[in-house]
């Protein structure tokens, strides 16, 4: 089992659409979980960390099921510039080498 | 003005050339990193250094060797390029390492490494 495994992509959506994304893990020890985003050609870039009683940050909902080892994002109302790849990140902790592990990513794409 | 910056961009070199690409962080963190991201998207550590001190070493050809003059660099030198070398490579930092605590990693913008 991969340790960080994402849905497969790409998805296309039309503006206004809710999208989802499903992301497992391996580790059960792991304790911080991430949504970054990495724009075409750029560097990641932290969208916001998943807390245990899940969070809300405008149109983006994340969700953390740790008996599951699963952690989902939520865009509601996509915008053209939501276009992206959404990696789930998750960490190692530090008496196991203390790392952050990177899934694959899921490509979305908003269309007008 | 840049957080974390890497040097060069775009690198373009023959297979068992060597070269080197820099990093500096202006954020006051303790902890640098480097990643490769090879040609399917996927981001793996590479090593991680804390207040200069080398803590992860991810099974990485010892052709890679990183030096970290001090904690605002972390510099990654390449001996004998291969074409398997080829991908794009991220310095980040952070205040702790990962693994301590719900830690933002900031990435540079990437220095892209192709081998002919």
Known sequence: ????????GPFNVPEGATVAFNCTYSNSASQSFF???????????????????????????????????YISLLIRDSKLSDSATYLCVVNIPYNQGGKLIFGQGTELSVKP | DTAVSQTPKYLVTQMGNDKSIKCEQNLGHDTMYWYKQDSKKFLKIMFSYNNKELIINE??????????????????????????????????????????????????????????
């Open chain 1, 1 to 8: 089992r991969k340790e960080v495994e994402q849905d497969p």
């Open chain 1, 35 to 69: 949504w970054y985003r990495q724009d075409c050609r750029k560097e990641p870039k932290l969208l916001m960390s998943v807390y245990s009683s899940g969070n809300e940050d405008g149109r983006f909902t994340a969700q953390l099921n740790r008996a599951s080892q």
């Open chain 2, 59 to 116: 099974t990485v050809p010892n052709r890679f060797s990183p030096k970290s003059p001090d904690k605002a660099h972390l510099n990654l030198h390449i001996n004998s390029l291969e074409l398997g070398d080829s991908a794009v490579y991220f310095c980040a930092s952070s205040q702790v390492l990962a693994g301590v605590s719900q830690e933002t990693q900031y990435f540079g913008p990437g220095t892209r490494l192709l081998v002919l």
